[in-house]
């Protein structure tokens, strides 16, 4: 097994920089974390052991990221809520990039739990010691300035959202008749489906469910619906919900 030199996320500005760029987006299968870097540039920490800095704030980042994995603002706080856990990760089943504390702090680092191999306390750091998977099967140990009992109740909070977003697949290939396991089989392959196709359909059918039962609550209460410029303002706001940091 071999390991990579130690990665100090509390001394930020002596760590070798592979490079300052835009050129670069974050996604579930290239990234190990992410963290502030600067007030406008993030640090990156990549599946390959490289530390880049995007010119871009954190904010602007994970925006960026919750746009392309399709991750919702609102869909997140629902499901934090189910849960009881106010500080919101970025959850697809079991993928989870995951706060290792409030975002309003300047030292919160969100990791790819999926990457993930072990953690423990460093008494001599008075820190949590990370070690994550690397793309070639190399183990990457990084100190992150947080304490266990928030890194593990973080932890468990996306694993939580993960299992209730499995166990929604599971009931829908049930309801649908779709065999435990068969993912290429859910798809007819004349559909001419490709996964931004699914993604449109999906969001159009959500919003229009949600504009109808607004609509029947209106009229059911106020005996008439609200105008066309309320469901525009709608729209937008559940449109923005998918880019959107918490």
């Known amino acids: 097994m071999l390991i990579i030199e130690t990665i100090d996320l509390r001394k930020l500005t002596t760590l070798p920089i ?3 760029t835009n050129g670069f987006e974050v996604r579930w299968d290239n990234t190990l974390l992410v963290t502030r870097y600067q007030q406008k540039q993030t640090l990156v920490l990549t599946r390959y052991g490289q530390l880049i800095v995007l010119n871009q704030s954190l904010k602007k980042v994970l925006d960026r990221f919750s746009e392309v994995a399709g991750i919702h603002y609102y869909e997140m706080r629902c499901l934090y809520q189910m849960i009881t856990e106010r500080t919101l990760g970025y959850v697809a089943g079991n993928y989870a990039l995951v706060p290792t504390c409030g975002r309003t702090n300047p030292a919160v680092v969100y990791f790819m739990n999926h ?3 072990n953690y423990c306390f460093d008494e001599e750091a008075d820190a949590v ?4 998977k690397g793309k070639k099967r190399e183990m990457i140990r990084v100190i992150i300035d947080t304490n266990m009992k928030t890194f593990r109740r973080m932890r468990r909070a996306a694993h939580d959202v993960g299992t209730i977003h499995l166990s929604s697949l599971e009931n829908l290939c049930r309801h649908y008749g779709a065999r435990k396991g068969d993912v290429t089989g859910m798809v007819r392959k004349s559909a001419g489906y490709n996964w931004r196709q699914h993604r449109q359909h999906h969001e159009s059918m959500i919003f229009q469910i949600m504009a109808q039962t607004v609509a029947a609550a209106a009229m059911q209460a106020y005996g008439e619906n609200f105008n066309a410029n309320f469901y525009h303002v709608l ?3 559940y449109h ?5 940091n918490s």
């Open 235 to 237: 729209f937008d706001r």
């Open 240 to 244: 923005q919900s998918n880019c959107r």
């Open 115 to 117: 990457y993930l191999d």
């Open 18 to 20: 592979k490079e300052f």
């Open 129 to 132: 010691l990370a070690t994550f």
